[in-house]
């Protein structure tokens, strides 16, 4: 039998074999991998590079170009960000600068990057309203049909390859659906009306009737068949301020995040106005409300398991609506183990004072998404919850994501009015 020795370092009290004395250098195997472990740490800290691929540039097309091109992972490197958003970089480009991603992106489909494609394709609409309908044929030719968004603007002939193909493409047809969704025009209109007379064959073999794939782009068909909008016109970015003395005055006018007077019926526990708006905001004009101020109550402790209706008095004032119904998963709250701290957010937190498109924030997928007015972005399917009182779908109003909120944060509150009732509702999706 061989005789151990003990590990040479201080305070380990392992005993080991000579052969392993001899490879190590007298250590035990942890204490030397431990001890490799921090000799390759330092050996980073003391050789990693800060890279600024950004360095010099101005173009905002080549900026734009590197931000979308995946960073390769390197522990010697440290990777400068870039000092504006993506979105901030989308607003900002010319007209003809803008071509040119769209360009770019024709180039990667072609060349085989569909993601990166899409993306910037995505962007362009999202962040910018931008009409990328010249690339529409290129991206039928490579079957990119999702996000449905990306078609919004189809010309006739799209649109009619479009409404011929989604009766015999089996395997695309749900893609194909959301993308005529989105592009909403009489002729689609119509068609739709026409599927909810007679429903197609094919239509068994869908989730939902294919009438309600409009709610995906924001509408649906009303009794008579007429294209009913659940959303408002113009959107704006949900920002947090650094600095709060500045924001005093747009408060006044905007308030996000506070205690509400009023108790949950289902936890007790106090609820929370989400946002205290304003009602001649741009963003509510379509709407016009008689009352002064939008406030939009909801318990964020039982909110994310199901609708919240507030019913608005005269003044606008909300309260815990009859329509309410407890869902039966709601699980035991323990009140105490919830944490409000959201709420020091509230006071940071301000609309922007220039709208952004109304499609902003409206791709999931991509970053920035708390905003008011304009399209929202659903984490999962559509999901417009019906007026208790009329039974049709209510409107769109805004978002608030809890990522933009707290840190460890997640999940999307979406709100919804019915003017001509006076409720609104909360719900609430999660990846
Ligand atoms: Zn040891
Ligand atoms: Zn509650
Ligand atoms: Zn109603």
């Known amino acids: 039998m061989t005789e151990k020795v003990p590990c040479q370092s201080e305070g380990c009290a392992a005993m ?62 440290k990777y400068t960000p870039y000092p504006r958003s993506k979105e901030q970089v989308y607003a900002s480009l010319s007209p003809s ?20 494609s899409r993306d910037i394709l995505s962007s362009l609409v999202s962040f910018r309203n931008e009409s990328i309908a010249g690339c529409l044929p290129l991206l039928l030719e490579h079957e990119l049909y999702y996000p449905g968004i990306l078609y919004k603007d189809a010309g006739p002939d799209v649109r009619d390859r479009l409404l011929d193909q989604v009766e015999w493409d089996d395997e695309n047809r749900n893609f ?32 939902v009737v294919p009438a309600l794939y409009a709610r995906e782009a924001g509408w649906e068909l009303s009794d008579s068949g007429q294209r009913r909008n659940l959303v408002q016109g113009s959107s704006y970015a949900v920002e947090k301020m650094e600095d709060q ?80 119904r407890k ?36 791709v999931w997928e991509l970053d920035s998404h708390s905003k008011f007015g304009g399209y929202p972005g659903w984490v999962q399917d559509a999901g417009y919850p019906n007026c208790p009182c009329c039974g049709r779908s209510m409107l769109f109003i805004g978002q608030l994501d809890w990522s933009d909120l707290e840190d460890y944060g997640e999940g999307i509150y979406y709100m919804f009015i019915c003017p001509k009732d006076r409720i609104t509702a909360t719900t609430y999706q999660q990846s």
């Open 16 to 77: 080991i074999l000579p052969s392993t004395a001899a490879k190590t250098g007298g250590y035990c195997m942890p204490c030397y991998q431990e001890q490799e472990r921090r000799k390759r740490e330092a050996y980073i800290q003391q050789h990693r590079k800060t890279v600024n691929l950004y360095e010099g540039l101005n173009d905002p097309v080549e900026i734009l170009k590197i931000m979308h091109s995946p960073l390769q992972y390197d522990p010697l490197i």
């Open 97 to 116: 600068e803008a071509e040119s991603m769209a360009a770019y992106a024709s180039h990667l489909l072609v060349s085989g990057d569909e993601d990166t």
């Open 176 to 207: 194909i659906l959301l993308a005529l969704a989105w592009i909403g025009d009489e002729q689609v209109v119509r068609r739709f009306q026409e599927w909810r007379m007679k429903p197609p064959e094919w239509a068994e073999h869908l989730y």
């Open 245 to 324: 003395r500045d924001s005093t005055v747009q408060q006044m006018f905007s308030g996000f995040l506070r205690h509400a007077a009023a108790a949950c019926s289902w936890c007790s526990g106090k609820l929370t106005r989400l946002i205290d708006v304003d009602t001649t905001h741009t963003a509510l004009a379509r709407l016009n409300l008689s009352w002064e101020r939008l406030q939009v109550d909801t318990c964020v402790n039982c909110g994310c398991y199901g609708v919240i209706y507030m019913e608005l008095d005269g003044d606008g004032a909300p309260s815990w609506s009859a329509y309410n």
């Open 327 to 362: 869902p039966d998963y709601l699980p035991d709250i323990e009140l105490e183990e919830y944490s409000r701290e959201y709420l020091l957010v509230g006071p940071q937190l301000m609309l922007s004072s220039i709208p952004r498109s109304a499609y902003y924030a409206a």
